[in-house]
């Protein structure tokens, strides 16, 4: 199994960017999809985008054009760059990853707050 450990929220003004990370405990290259998913108080969690070992990415509607999923295989790590924020981004974010079939592996989350 992986553990992740994500990093990077805060509290940030809307229109500002943050840029979360997530490191997983072993290589992530064989992994088969990894992805952030956020979830609002008294709303369901949801998938915000995720992106395949071989580097197809995918991405919510109210984040395209806004947010960049990327992963570095060599720093085992996963990150969610996140431009022009508005408050209903505010949400806790979670990393995944997708081992296929049932097996998916959760971080903690990492809180963020857009607000002036």
């Known amino acids: 199994q992986v553990q992740l450990v994500e990093s990077g929220g805060g509290l940030v003004q809307p229109g500002g960017s943050l840029r979360l990370s997530c490191l997983a405990s072993?290589?992530?290259?064989?992994?088969?999809?990894m992805g952030w998913y956020r979830q609002a108080p008294g709303k369901q969690r949801e998938l915000v985008a995720t992106?395949?070992?071989?580097?197809?990415?995918n991405y919510a509607d109210s984040v395209k054009g806004r947010f960049t999923i990327s992963r570095d295989n060599a720093e085992s790590t996963l990150y969610l760059q996140m431009n022009s924020l508005k408050p209903e981004d505010t949400a806790a974010y979670y990393c995944?990853?997708?081992?296929?079939?049932?097996?998916?592996?959760w971080g903690q989350g990492t809180q963020v707050t857009v607000s002036s």
């Open positions: 072993r290589r992530i290259l064989g992994i088969y999809r």
């Open positions: 992106i395949t070992s071989v580097g197809s990415t």
């Open positions: 995944n990853a997708f081992f296929g079939g049932t097996s998916n592996v």
